[in-house]
């Protein structure tokens, strides 16, 4: 699977093959002694070719001398970056882009992958364009001059790699359709049939390079490395992750998969590898094939070693054709749709969110879509933490409990009572909306209330602000004739009131550690 994956993504990427062949030397073999993952296959992936190949060639032209070291330069720079985000402990900072941002990105760069493919399907000459549709109009205004034996060679690859995937997954169809198809091209000559072949593959193992690193360099390169640094730690440390629940042996550990990433891609940038990341489909087959540990990714290292020492003359007649088909049929599965028919049921917001994505990122291009995913990401965590639940209750009947008057069947207080809940902790992102939205629930109220009831039992922290809205809010309900209670304070919410003194303020007498005993008290009290 590496094999032909390495030599197609590099292609992918605007580099010569070998690239991709050394992308499975050094990065597989230190990930292997340094992964917490057992199944993961560490090489070059679809997803961060894409963004490689967005990113620098603004910057220098595809295949040239320049452009090759400025990805080794941005291979080290992401290797360096997920080292310091590991030795940070800041891991976690993969949990603040949402999976429906993810999937819109995905589905997008799925899209333009298969555009980028075209050319080699159909065996068009085409001018690079920086913009995926710009790619696809001109090929469709020069559709006339396809080269049927490509394109029968490409759909032939599809067809026999994914009937033998139904046969059986541990079958490896790629590098079978890459063994027939170069024997094939050198029998009947494709390239005397006008058929694009890879040609010249060095042979041997990668040389010690030092990558380009000055100021200049880094600054232009800085927003392709943060997009692949991003998309790659989401993507790897995601089918690590899933991998890991199917075993349930053992655990991922962010912090030290950053590291292992990070060291892995520093390592290859000075022998010559294209940026690696986790391939979900070659983790798939390594885990398929009964991989119980990383000696299988340095089993896969002895077999790429070998394949460099000698067999790299033999993909000389490789059509490029046949790269396109194991490109087309490895970024099928990254259009998640099913995704978005899941979101239209359960969650229109994070449908919006995936559509966006995915619209900008198409449109618009890989930078853009990887930008406005994320601010959208951390946009709607604070949206969420600014302004969550508050919600008016009410007792079900026959029992202690009280719950959403919107969601359940209750006896809903009525009279000059109200009863809210606020699920979160009150802090300075949403002091003012925890104040502001009691007082209009108050004032949309057919009678006018008496007695407000606050369960605070999800309140399980609270800072200055958030005490000062508290106080704020008692003395405005004081203002209008409306007592406070409040019922099971927890934690360090309780020990504020305390220490701050506002239980002194709003009175002993009004704090209850259960809501039900705070209702009942009130209503005995009223009956004497």
Not at 228 to 238: L, Q
Not at 327 to 352: G, I, P
């Amino acid at each position: 699977m590496l094999i032909p994956q390495g030599i197609a993504y590099a292609y992918l990427a605007g580099l010569p093959p070998i690239y991709g062949l050394y992308g499975g030397l050094v990065p597989l073999f230190l990930y292997a002694l340094l992964g917490t993952s057992r199944q993961l296959s560490i090489g070059p992936v679809a997803i961060s070719a894409l963004l490689i190949l967005a990113g620098v060639s603004q910057l220098a032209t595809p295949g040239s001398p320049t452009y090759i070291s400025l990805v080794l330069t941005t291979g080290l720079l992401i290797g360096i970056m997920q080292v310091a985000l590991s030795l940070l402990r800041m891991g976690f900072l993969v949990n603040f882009i949402s999976h429906p941002v993810i999937a819109g990105f995905t589905s997008a760069a799925a899209i333009i992958i298969v555009i980028s493919q075209l050319k080699d399907f159909l065996g068009i000459a085409v001018p690079y364009f920086t913009h995926p549709f710009e790619t696809l109009n001109y090929i469709l205004a020069h559709a006339s001059e396809t080269h049927l034996v490509s394109a029968g060679i490409c759909s032939l690859s599809i067809l026999f790699i994914f009937g033998l995937r139904k046969v059986s997954k541990k079958i490896p169809g790629p590098l079978l359709a890459v063994v027939i198809s170069i024997l094939l091209s050198w029998w009947f000559d494709f390239q005397a049939m006008g058929v694009s072949i890879i040609e010249e593959v060095p042979v041997g193992l990668p040389s010690f390079e030092r990558p380009l690193l000055d100021v200049t360099t880094i600054q232009k390169l800085l927003p392709t490395v943060l997009m692949v640094t991003v998309i790659g730690v989401v993507e790897s440390i995601g089918i690590a992750k899933s991998l890991a629940s199917k075993h349930r042996n053992y655990t991922i550990d962010p912090n030290q998969e950053l590291l292992a990433l990070g060291i892995s891609k520093i390592g290859g940038s000075f022998f010559q590898a294209i940026p690696t990341s986790g391939s979900f489909t070659r983790s798939a087959v390594n885990n398929d094939a009964g991989a119980q540990s990383t000696v299988a990714s340095l089993i896969t290292v002895l077999l790429i070693i070998f394949t460099l020492l000698f067999l790299t003359p033999v993909f000389y007649y490789l059509p490029k054709a046949t790269l396109a088909a194991i490109v087309l049929l490895a970024v099928v599965n990254l259009f998640d749709y099913t995704e978005a028919l899941h979101l239209w049921k359960t969650d229109r917001s994070d449908l919006l969110m995936m559509s966006i994505t995915f619209f900008t990122t198409l449109l618009l291009g890989i930078a853009e879509g990887v930008f406005i995913g994320v601010l959208l990401s951390i946009g709607y965590i604070l949206y969420r933490s600014t302004h969550p639940n508050i919600k008016v209750i009410g007792n079900i009947p026959g029992t202690t409990y009280y719950r959403d008057i919107d969601r359940f069947e209750i006896d809903y207080p009525t009279g000059n009572m109200l009863i809210v809940r606020f699920d979160s902790q009150l802090y300075f992102a949403n002091a003012d909306y925890f104040k502001m939205t009691i007082l209009e629930l108050i004032d949309q109220q057919e009678q006018p209330i008496c007695y407000l009831f606050l369960d605070a039992k999800s309140i399980y922290d609270i800072d200055s602000s958030g005490l000062h809205a508290l106080d704020s809010l008692h003395d405005m309900l004081q203002a209008r004739n409306i007592q406070l209670y409040i019922a099971g304070a927890i934690g360090r919410f309780r020990d504020m009131v305390i220490k701050s003194g506002l239980r002194e303020k709003i009175g002993n007498e009004y704090l209850f550690l259960y809501l039900h005993d705070a209702i009942e008290t009130h209503q005995m009290t009223k009956e004497k």
